[in-house]
Nanobody, 120 residues
Framework: QVQLVESGGGLVQPGGSLRLSCAAS????????MGWYRQAPGKERELVAA???????NYADSVKDRFTISRDNAKNTVYLQMNSLKPEDTAVYYC??????????????WGQGTQVTVSS
Protein backbone atom coordinates (compact mmCIF):
# COMPACT_ATOMS: atom_id res chain seq x y z
CA GLN A 1 0.00 0.00 0.00
CA VAL A 2 1.16 3.51 -0.87
CA GLN A 3 -0.35 6.71 0.43
CA LEU A 4 0.13 10.31 -0.72
CA VAL A 5 -0.67 13.18 1.62
CA GLU A 6 -0.85 16.74 0.30
CA SER A 7 -0.76 19.90 2.37
CA GLY A 8 -0.20 23.63 2.04
CA GLY A 9 -3.17 24.90 0.06
CA GLY A 10 -5.29 27.82 1.10
CA LEU A 11 -6.48 31.33 0.37
CA VAL A 12 -3.91 33.96 -0.51
CA GLN A 13 -3.95 37.48 -1.96
CA PRO A 14 -2.47 38.22 -5.39
CA GLY A 15 1.28 38.51 -5.10
CA GLY A 16 1.41 36.18 -2.12
CA SER A 17 3.13 32.84 -1.69
CA LEU A 18 2.24 29.28 -0.77
CA ARG A 19 4.30 26.13 -0.38
CA LEU A 20 2.68 22.80 -1.22
CA SER A 21 4.00 19.48 0.04
CA CYS A 22 3.24 15.92 -1.00
CA ALA A 23 4.66 13.01 0.98
CA ALA A 24 4.55 9.39 -0.14
CA SER A 25 4.60 6.62 2.43
CA UNK A 26 4.07 2.89 2.61
CA UNK A 27 5.73 -0.02 0.88
CA UNK A 28 8.05 2.05 -1.28
CA UNK A 29 11.23 0.74 -2.81
CA UNK A 30 11.96 3.79 -4.91
CA UNK A 31 10.34 6.89 -6.38
CA UNK A 32 10.85 7.95 -9.97
CA UNK A 33 9.20 11.07 -11.37
CA MET A 34 7.18 13.43 -9.19
CA GLY A 35 5.01 16.30 -10.32
CA TRP A 36 2.27 18.79 -9.69
CA TYR A 37 -0.88 19.25 -11.77
CA ARG A 38 -3.78 21.63 -11.41
CA GLN A 39 -7.36 21.77 -12.57
CA ALA A 40 -9.65 24.78 -12.62
CA PRO A 41 -13.43 24.46 -13.07
CA GLY A 42 -14.34 23.74 -16.67
CA LYS A 43 -10.73 23.21 -17.72
CA GLU A 44 -8.53 20.20 -18.37
CA ARG A 45 -6.04 19.08 -15.78
CA GLU A 46 -2.65 20.50 -16.73
CA LEU A 47 0.94 19.88 -15.77
CA VAL A 48 2.40 22.64 -13.62
CA ALA A 49 5.85 21.27 -12.83
CA ALA A 50 7.68 17.97 -12.80
CA UNK A 51 10.97 16.67 -11.44
CA UNK A 52 12.85 13.49 -12.27
CA UNK A 53 14.64 11.21 -9.84
CA UNK A 54 17.87 12.93 -10.84
CA UNK A 55 16.52 16.42 -10.23
CA UNK A 56 15.75 17.52 -13.78
CA UNK A 57 12.81 19.93 -13.79
CA ASN A 58 10.18 21.08 -16.25
CA TYR A 59 7.62 23.88 -15.87
CA ALA A 60 4.56 25.15 -17.64
CA ASP A 61 5.31 28.47 -19.33
CA SER A 62 2.68 30.21 -17.22
CA VAL A 63 4.54 29.46 -13.96
CA LYS A 64 8.15 29.13 -15.09
CA ASP A 65 9.54 32.25 -13.40
CA ARG A 66 7.34 32.09 -10.31
CA PHE A 67 7.14 28.46 -9.13
CA THR A 68 9.89 26.09 -8.02
CA ILE A 69 9.58 22.33 -7.71
CA SER A 70 11.95 20.37 -5.48
CA ARG A 71 12.18 16.98 -3.81
CA ASP A 72 13.63 15.31 -0.76
CA ASN A 73 14.35 11.72 -1.72
CA ALA A 74 15.08 10.68 1.86
CA LYS A 75 11.55 11.73 2.81
CA ASN A 76 9.84 10.71 -0.46
CA THR A 77 8.43 14.21 -0.59
CA VAL A 78 7.91 16.72 -3.40
CA TYR A 79 7.39 20.45 -2.86
CA LEU A 80 6.02 23.30 -4.92
CA GLN A 81 7.03 26.79 -3.87
CA MET A 82 4.59 29.25 -5.44
CA ASN A 83 5.50 32.93 -5.46
CA SER A 84 3.87 35.98 -7.04
CA LEU A 85 0.55 34.20 -7.18
CA LYS A 86 -2.10 35.40 -9.61
CA PRO A 87 -5.87 34.88 -9.67
CA GLU A 88 -5.44 32.62 -12.69
CA ASP A 89 -3.44 30.24 -10.49
CA THR A 90 -6.65 29.40 -8.65
CA ALA A 91 -7.27 25.66 -9.00
CA VAL A 92 -7.17 22.34 -7.23
CA TYR A 93 -3.57 21.18 -7.18
CA TYR A 94 -2.72 17.48 -7.32
CA CYS A 95 0.60 15.78 -6.83
CA UNK A 96 1.49 12.78 -8.95
CA UNK A 97 4.16 10.23 -8.09
CA UNK A 98 5.57 7.24 -9.95
CA UNK A 99 6.52 4.53 -7.45
CA UNK A 100 8.16 1.12 -7.40
CA UNK A 101 6.81 -0.76 -4.38
CA UNK A 102 8.66 -3.26 -2.23
CA UNK A 103 6.65 -6.00 -3.94
CA UNK A 104 8.01 -4.81 -7.30
CA UNK A 105 4.81 -3.23 -8.55
CA UNK A 106 4.95 0.01 -10.54
CA UNK A 107 2.29 2.47 -9.44
CA UNK A 108 1.21 5.95 -10.42
CA UNK A 109 -0.58 7.63 -7.55
CA TRP A 110 -2.46 10.91 -7.30
CA GLY A 111 -2.76 12.99 -4.19
CA GLN A 112 -6.17 13.91 -2.86
CA GLY A 113 -5.92 17.47 -4.16
CA THR A 114 -5.57 20.75 -2.32
CA GLN A 115 -7.43 23.96 -3.14
CA VAL A 116 -5.41 27.07 -3.94
CA THR A 117 -7.45 30.25 -4.18
CA VAL A 118 -5.85 33.58 -5.13
CA SER A 119 -8.21 36.46 -4.50
CA SER A 120 -8.24 39.94 -3.03
Amino acid sequence: QVQLVESGGGLVQPGGSLRLSCAASGSIFSVNAMGWYRQAPGKERELVAAISSGGKTNYADSVKDRFTISRDNAKNTVYLQMNSLKPEDTAVYYCNVEILTTTWRKLIRWGQGTQVTVSS
